[in-house]
């Protein structure tokens, strides 16, 4: 389920055969465009900056719809924050992070998705970014909080507002709904209406189980009465993948619970290492732990 990130075929063949295909054949039409859209195209891996803190991950087995997943902690389990990477990423890119909620007294909980990092299947999607958080949950109990980037962002808040008890969200560069992803996916490659029409409808089909509802479910703007907790969401204003706008859509949904930082020149990958994002991020963390002590 992926931002508007264009596949590896040339755009314009894959608009030249979808964009008339989905005028004869939508149901043919949508099975492809959902095929491209569900597929990341390559798996990120681990950066040397982040080599030492990843081998010090104890690594543990999950399995989301007969997928093999592999799990990550840092530390313990005790007190735990829960960390969920974006769209063709991986645990480790939190690697700068770690040692930070560490020194606080904080273990690190990780998984890399279906389809990325050193996890089976081929593909993925939000529902199952938020299956396998409650799945992390049930072993390690409520977290201290969430962390989350990109496309985890809005597993994060779908999670939450399903269960998944945290004191803090912090979400950096975040999706605020999930119908964002087919409208971007098909502008990014030049997809008609047609074709976004029929990708959303296999999206219900397939990842919502037919639910049409499953849109609202994961649309965090619409659920802010359910996700009852203090957010700080950072964002960069030259951010070309996710729009800024999709932030400051959170900051009028959450109004005062949310802390909005804006940033300039990170973009949308490089943020979520940034030293100042990190030192941003552990301190809304401690600020809850003084809170939680008080």
């Given at each position: 389920m ?15 055969v ?6 004869i ?24 900056s ?31 924050v829960l ?10 890119r939190y ?10 007294g ?11 990092g ?6 993925t999607g939000v529902p ?17 909080a ?13 999670a939450l ?23 971007a ?8 209406a047609?074709?976004e ?13 037919g639910?049409?509802g499953?849109?609202?479910?994961y649309?965090a ?6 996700v ?5 969401v ?50 809304f963390?401690?600020?809850?732990l ?5």
């Amino acid at each position: 389920m992926a931002p508007a990130q264009a596949p590896m075929a040339p755009k314009a063949l894959i608009r030249t055969v979808l964009n008339p295909a989905a005028r004869i054949a939508p149901g043919a039409a949508g099975r492809a465009a959902y095929q491209l859209f569900v597929h990341p195209l390559r798996r990120s891996r681990v950066r040397p900056s982040e080599a030492e803190v990843h081998r010090r991950a104890v690594t543990e087995r999950l399995t989301v719809n007969g997928k093999p997943v592999v799990g990550y902690r840092w530390g313990s389990g005790e007190r735990p924050v829960l960390l969920l990477h974006g769209w063709r990423s991986r645990a480790s890119r939190y690697a700068p992070l770690v040692p930070r909620l560490q020194e606080l007294g904080l273990s690190a909980v990780s998984f890399d998705a279906p389809g990325h990092g050193d996890s089976g299947g081929r593909t993925t999607g939000v529902p199952e970014f938020r299956e396998l958080a409650l799945r992390l949950q049930e072993r390690y109990g409520p977290f201290e909080a969430v962390v989350a980037h990109s496309l985890g962002v809005c597993a994060a808040f779908g999670a939450l507002a399903d269960g998944l008890r945290a004191g803090r969200l912090a979400a950096v560069a975040g999706v605020s709904r999930v119908g964002f992803f087919p409208a971007a996916f098909c502008a990014g490659l030049g997809l008609n209406a047609e074709v976004e029409g029929a990708l959303r409808a296999r999206i219900e089909r397939e990842l919502f189980g037919g639910d049409a509802g499953g849109w609202e479910r994961y649309d965090a703007a619409r659920r802010a009465a359910e996700v009852d907790l203090p957010v700080l969401v950072v964002h960069d204003e030259d951010d070309d993948v996710v729009p800024l706008g999709q932030a400051h859509r959170l900051r009028r949904a959450y109004g005062e619970r949310l802390d909005l930082v804006v940033t300039r020149g990170l973009g949308h990958r490089r943020i979520i290492a940034e030293p100042t994002v990190v030192d941003r991020v552990a301190g809304f963390l401690a600020a809850g732990l003084e809170v939680a002590a008080g």
